[in-house]
């Protein structure tokens, strides 16, 4: 995601942190916005409560703005009724675009009183629409924010969407009664009640254990962690995490279908097998024609390939023994498929 502190100098003032926001999806195909942040080695989303979904489903697709990265995040619901406010835990895919920190949600008192603020939204296509706003109503918990004559309307979807003054987040907006104006809820409400919550759980909710463990339940098999996909889920509960946890990852075929897999610990393991289980169900579509590629850097950036195959019609692959090497990253990459339509894979496994 494009760092907001080069983009929101509103009247050309600096930034204290790097802000940034990203694109929500859930399970009920509504959209909105949150706050991504680092916060004691994790990285974390802020957004509205009911943002998650009318039924607070366990996940969320989470995308950045161009160049578009896209992820998921596990949903936490550690606030009273009251409060439209959740927390997410966003996957590893979106850990190097999570630059911000949580002491960007407390803004200075310049930002606090600030009279004009910058609404931003991501589009679809991941570039931003930034809508400039007048403050009023402020109260102690939230204010109103009016869009100026003649820029964009707050539309449907705007929920989670951040105000910035002189580049600093200053209010999220959680409802609006006519497109000409929303109800933000203050940043220093949602930095004191994440910030509250964070401190007595000991930042410690990290996403990548479940994942982990899984695979590594199978016997004789490495302990796999998805770090990225160049595609989206088709929905958040068919997380591209799901081919080294539980359930089944669906996504819509693609130009670039690329998928990255570190081990865990994130260190070099000997590797000689691998295998993907992908069998038709529901009318998805299977993998056909794959590449698996190999790299022993820690970054992740050098990549040699090991082999192109195919998979079996059913779904099936397995490369069997091939020469143990040492491997710290993993890629496969999907070329095409055996039919159209969204794809499925149930497992990625390596030994």
């Not at 080069?6 to 916005?33: C, K, W």
């Not at 989670?160 to 009664?177: K, L, N, Q, V």
């Not at 016997?219 to 995490?241: C, D, K, R």
């Not at 970054?299 to 397995?318: C, Y």
């Amino acid at each position: 995601m494009l760092t907001l502190a080069a983009l929101l100098l509103t009247a050309g003032y600096p930034t204290s942190g790097l802000s940034q926001t990203v694109s929500i999806l859930n399970d009920d195909r509504e959209h909105g916005f949150g706050f991504m942040f680092k916060h004691r080695g994790n990285c974390y989303v802020a957004l509205p409560h009911h943002v998650a979904g009318a039924d607070f489903y366990p996940r969320v697709n989470l995308s950045t703005a161009a160049p578009v990265v896209s992820g998921t995040g596990r949903m936490l619901r550690p606030f009273w009724d009251g409060i439209d406010l959740a927390l997410a835990v966003a996957s590893e895919a979106m850990r190097d675009r999570c630059t911000a920190t949580l002491d960007d949600l407390a803004p200075s008192r310049e930002a606090q009183t600030a009279g004009r603020a910058q609404l931003l939204r991501i589009r679809p296509d991941g570039s931003e629409d930034r809508t400039p706003l007048t403050i009023g109503d402020r109260g102690y918990l939230s204010f109103t924010g009016s869009v100026e004559a003649g820029a964009t309307e707050i539309t449907q979807g705007t929920s989670g969407a951040f105000a910035f003054a002189r580049g600093e987040p200053i209010g999220m907006a959680i409802t609006s009664d006519d497109p000409t104006r929303a109800l933000f809820m203050r940043s220093e409400e949602v930095h004191m009640n994440i910030s509250r919550f964070l401190s007595q759980s000991g930042g410690a909710v990290v996403d990548r254990t479940s994942s982990a463990t899984s695979t590594s339940a199978r016997t004789g098999t490495l302990p796999l962690v998805l770090v990225s996909s160049s595609v989206p889920a088709s929905e958040p509960s068919f997380a591209p995490e799901n081919m080294v946890g539980n359930g089944i990852f669906v996504f819509e075929p693609a130009r670039r279908m690329v998928f990255d897999f570190r081990f865990e610990p994130d260190e070099s393991h000997v590797f000689k097998r691998l295998g993907l289980r992908a069998a038709p169900q529901d009318g998805y579509a299977v993998p056909k024609n794959i590449i698996i590629q190999t790299s022993n850097d820690g970054s992740g950036e050098t990549f040699s390939t090991l082999m192109r195959r195919e998979v079996a019609p059913d779904g099936s692959f397995d490369t069997g023994d091939i020469a143990s090497r040492y491997v710290r990253r993993l890629r496969l990459i999907v070329l095409d498929t055996w039919s159209v339509g969204n794809t499925a894979i149930d497992q990625v496994y390596a030994q």
